[in-house]
């Protein structure tokens, strides 16, 4: 079975930075698939944040965390990464790991084909 692990979620203060994980089991990371991060703030939707494809050549941000946030890949260790910096309280949410398991972008909910569990991130 294909899952999607968080991790790295915590409570910090504004200004702050965290870096999230998240892990696949099941499934070797190979470039070939779209790996994303979405969040979920309470009230709210489900909104993309960031985006890897094509091996770690493509990224997307939304314009929300551009220049704050970096997504990364490490395929050695099967993992994708959410670098967050300078962070605000209008950040706090539930953010998910998804992929999108064959190639084409993933930055809105209806491409995602798979689901994390998420980890909250609470910014004060």
């Known amino acids: 079975e294909v899952q999607l692990v968080e991790s790295g979620g915590d409570s910090v203060q504004t200004g702050g930075s965290l870096r999230l994980s998240c892990s696949a089991s099941?499934?070797?990371?190979?470039?070939?698939?779209?790996v994303g991060w979405f969040r979920e703030a309470p009230g709210k939707g489900r909104e993309g944040v960031a985006s890897i494809r094509d091996g770690g050549a493509t990224t997307n941000y939304a314009s929300s965390v551009k220049g704050r946030f970096t997504i990364s890949q490490d395929n050695a260790k099967n993992t994708v990464y959410l670098q967050m910096s300078n962070l605000k309280p209008e950040d706090t949410a539930m953010y998910y790991c998804?992929?999108?398991?064959?190639?084409?972008?993933?930055?809105?909910?209806?491409?995602?084909?798979?689901w994390g569990l998420g980890t909250q991130v609470t910014v004060s």
């Open positions: 099941g499934y070797r990371l190979d470039g070939s698939e779209c």
């Open positions: 998804a992929a999108k398991m064959i190639e084409g972008s993933c930055s809105v909910v209806s491409a995602i084909d798979l």
